[in-house]
């Protein structure tokens, strides 16, 4: 079996996991646990998409889907590890996304792009989630909202520093257009270049399917942690997340590796 034979079945094996699990389940939580729900189910569509972009052989584009899925795994394994602290990491994040809502309002003003009865109605219902937000604080003892770390800090935190670089890659692919098509662009003579549309590396595809599998695996994880799920030991995601470390060559950095 091939490597790239090998990574398909790893995914295999990892949708059957994370997609497998509470599909059109009722969940019953808190309504800050609704939001570690939240997270959990943009996980798992990015995985959704990722699968698409990889089985038509779209790596660089299967990476950006998969820096959002590490981010937010990073976030889940940091909430999951703070017990009693959860509330307040979530709410913290919460309140983060009401900043960048209203930030956002403001420019779209600045710009002409939306008038200002349209702003003041954002407003209006952002400063009243915060209101709730504290009036849910207050009622349930919750303590000051907090901030979540930076990518980095978390995966230096949590064991996952050698996948933190495929992150700042990918975040450069987003940008930098010759880093996105450095893998598909090819010598045809001394004088022509050309560039494929989509990329005939497999050790390209294996290492994107390995970067997003790995946070998927480490988001399910965290969640089940969080949520008391039993359906798959906490063990059986660890030999996976193995199996996948030794489908990577040795010369790349593998995921979980610390510096």
């Known amino acids: 079996m091939t490597r790239l034979e090998q990574s398909k079945e790893l995914m295999r094996r990892v949708r059957?996991?994370?997609?497998?699990?509470?599909?059109?389940?009722?969940?019953?939580?808190?309504?800050?646990?609704?939001?570690?729900?939240?997270?959990?189910?943009?996980?798992?569509?990015?995985?959704?998409?990722?699968?698409?972009?990889?089985n038509d052989r779209l790596p660089e584009e299967a990476i950006i889907l998969g820096r959002e899925m590490f981010t937010d795994s990073l976030y889940l394994m940091e909430i999951a590890s703070r017990g009693a602290d959860?509330?307040?990491?979530?709410?913290?994040?919460?309140?983060?996304?009401?900043?960048?809502?209203?930030?956002?309002?403001?420019?779209?003003?600045?710009?002409?792009?939306r008038d200002e009865r349209h702003v003041r109605g954002v407003l209006a219902h952002v400063?009243?989630?915060?209101?709730?937000?504290?009036?849910?604080?207050?009622?349930h003892g919750i303590g000051q909202l907090e901030k979540l770390s930076q990518e980095r800090q978390l995966a230096k935190e949590?064991?996952?520093?050698?996948?933190?670089?495929?992150?700042?890659?990918?975040?450069?692919?987003v940008h930098v257009a010759e880093?996105?098509?450095?893998?598909?662009?090819?010598?045809?003579?001394?004088?022509?270049?050309?560039?494929?549309?989509?990329?005939?590396?497999?050790?390209?595809?294996?290492?994107?399917?390995?970067?997003?599998?790995t946070s998927a695996l480490h988001a399910h994880k965290a969640v089940a942690s969080i949520f008391a799920w039993t359906e798959t030991l906490p063990e059986e995601i660890d030999r996976l997340l193995e199996e996948i470390r030794e489908l990577l060559p040795a010369e790349l950095p593998s995921p979980d590796q610390n510096s």
Do not use: W
């Not at 960048?100 to 420019?107: M, T, V, W, Y």
């Not at 549309?197 to 970067?211: C, K, M, Y």
């Open 158 to 173: 949590h064991g996952r520093l050698g996948e933190y670089l495929d992150f700042e890659f990918a975040h450069r692919m």
């Open 86 to 113: 959860r509330p307040s990491l979530i709410l913290g994040l919460v309140s983060k996304t009401l900043t960048e809502i209203e930030n956002l309002e403001r420019k779209a003003l600045s710009l002409g792009e």
């Open 16 to 54: 059957e996991i994370v997609l497998g699990h509470h599909e059109g389940a009722v969940i019953k939580t808190t309504p800050v646990g609704f939001y570690v729900v939240m997270m959990y189910s943009r996980i798992r569509s990015l995985l959704q998409g990722v699968c698409v972009l990889l």
């Open 127 to 139: 400063a009243k989630r915060r209101k709730e937000i504290d009036g849910y604080r207050r009622r």
């Open 179 to 213: 880093i996105a098509q450095a893998g598909r662009t090819f010598k045809r003579d001394t004088e022509v270049l050309g560039i494929y549309l989509r990329n005939p590396d497999d050790d390209s595809l294996v290492a994107a399917s390995a970067f997003v599998m």
